[in-house]
T-cell receptor
Framework: SAVISQKPSRDICQRGTSLTIQCQVD?????MFWYRQQPGQSLTLIAT?????????ESGFVIDKFPISRPNLTFSTLTVSNMSPEDSSIYLC??????????????FGPGTRLTVL | QKEVEQNSGPLSVPEGAIASLNCTYS??????FFWYRQYSGKSPELIMS????GDKEDGRFTAQLNKASQYVSLLIRDSQPSDSATYLC????????????FGSGTRLLVRP
């Protein structure tokens, strides 16, 4: 597996502001992912972040709203821009870390709980 | 639209019983299947991976896969109150993006 940390663990923000969430992994990984989980809901993939290339966004998510950086193989950031109360959610990063005969296994960070007032 | 379906529950079982959690998926070419456990307020934790038809056992957990029926299940033997959580089924396809599609989760309640 992998040890993943996220900062901040939680934040309360005012509408119209931006928040950058950091994700740090203890080993080099190719694939990193950013998800959103709204209260009582399942996980929704925002984007896939590969080192050295532009992030790939899922339908309904755009780079202007959720810019992502992936400067190296152990770190990524997700910015939630021009926030509104609808952005209140838990934001999770994950990494793909297949070992041996396994593949596609994803391991999650502890999440960032965002509340927008 | 690729979909993963789960019964939202709650599924309530007495302590010591077998809990059976089910999941169906729509993409016939899916190749990788996962069960995650998520405690309230925590992030998902991978508990089982399965890639080929049949059963895979790990401790009290058994994952079952039937690709012909597009069905994957998780059995939890000797259920404990600490197993009470939401269980998420996730399915991976054949593309190179490594994306997973998650079901909405089944909430399991194990009664002491």
């Amino acid at each position: 597996s992998a040890v993943i940390s996220q900062k901040p663990s939680r934040d309360i923000c005012q509408r119209g502001t931006s928040l950058t969430i950091q994700c740090q992994v203890d080993s080099q990984v190719t694939m990193m992912f950013w998800y959103r989980q709204q209260p009582g809901q399942s996980l929704t993939l925002i984007a896939t972040a590969n080192q050295g290339s532009e992030a790939t966004y899922e339908s309904g998510f755009v780079i202007d709203k959720f810019p992502i950086s992936r400067p190296n193989l152990t770190f990524s950031t997700l910015t939630v821009s021009n926030m509104s109360p609808e952005d209140s959610s838990i934001y999770l990063c994950s990494v793909e870390k297949g070992t041996g005969g396994s593949y596609n296994e994803q391991f999650f960070g502890p999440g960032t709980r965002l509340t927008v007032l | 639209q690729k979909e993963v379906e789960q019964n939202s529950g709650p599924l309530s079982v007495p302590e010591g019983a077998i809990a059976s959690l089910n999941c169906t998926y729509s993409d016939r070419v899916s190749q990788s299947f996962f069960w995650y456990r998520q405690y309230s307020g925590k992030s998902p934790e991978l508990i089982m991976s399965i890639y080929s038809n049949g059963d895979k056992e790990d401790g009290r957990f058994t994952a079952q896969l039937n690709k012909a029926s597009q069905y994957v299940s998780l059995l939890i033997r000797d259920s404990q109150p600490s197993d009470s959580a939401t269980y998420l089924c996730a399915v991976g396809g054949m593309d190179s993006s490594y994306k997973l599609i998650f079901g909405s989760g089944t909430r399991l309640l194990v009664r002491p």
